[in-house]
């Protein structure tokens, strides 16, 4: 498919990632697995198909392993990882040489929504614990789920949100129409947490995608 057909939509770059998303990645890659404290990228494409290529380049132009790559009909997903940081940069650069784009071309991050709920009863938390692929939450805990768009951003919203205080990862999920991120723990922690969290997305530029477009 030509370049110029191809929406990137998600470019983000992890520069160490923290011991519970790499943990949580280790359980859901489908390729190699990260390790904590390596450099990561995510990248969201549309339409999904055209993640292949983009994975080929990467990869012939880096050391970089994929932990990720899922390909749906709408948007394709790619999350790869090295101890060298500027491994995954020149990963990154062929990527968008391929696309003939430059990092602006991505799409801004939108929260489509946030909510923090205190004193989680023990049905809701029995409700949690049997979707998350990550950590628990416990009864009486508070609950921060944050939704956005495009759904590769989840990744460096967790990512800070673990760096900036000691929450549990429940789930994050970063691909198709939108990412979602489950965070559970102490009140005043969850609070830190989704400032950073938040405050990591708003601080990516690029572009504003057009009304009524996801």
Do not use: W
Request: glycine share 8%.
């Amino acid at each position: 498919m030509p370049a110029h057909l191809v929406e990137l939509r998600a470019y983000t770059f992890i520069d160490a990632l923290q011991p519970q998303l790499a943990g949580f990645l280790q359980t859901v890659a489908t390729g190699f697995q990260p390790l904590e404290e390596q450099a990561a990228l995510f990248v969201e494409v549309a339409p999904g198909i055209t993640i292949n290529r983009l994975t080929d380049a990467a990869l012939k132009a880096s050391a970089c392993t994929p932990g990720l790559q899922i390909v749906e009909r709408a948007y394709g997903l790619l999350e790869l990882h090295h101890d060298d940081r500027g491994q995954v940069h020149a990963a990154g650069a062929a990527i968008l040489r391929a696309l003939g784009v430059s990092e602006s071309a991505r799409l801004r991050p939108r929260i489509v929504s946030r909510e923090i709920i205190t004193g989680v009863t023990g049905h809701h938390e029995m409700l949690l614990n049997r979707m998350r692929h990550g950590d628990m939450i416990r009864q009486g805990e508070t609950l921060y789920v944050l939704e956005t768009q495009p759904a590769a951003y989840a990744a460096i919203a967790s990512n800070e949100a673990e760096k900036a205080a000691p929450i549990r990862l429940l789930e994050v999920i970063t691909f198709g129409a939108y990412g979602r991120l489950f965070l559970g723990g102490g009140e005043a922690e969850i609070i830190e947490a989704a400032r950073a969290a938040e405050a990591a997305l708003e601080a990516l530029d690029g572009r504003t995608p057009a009304t009524g477009t996801t």
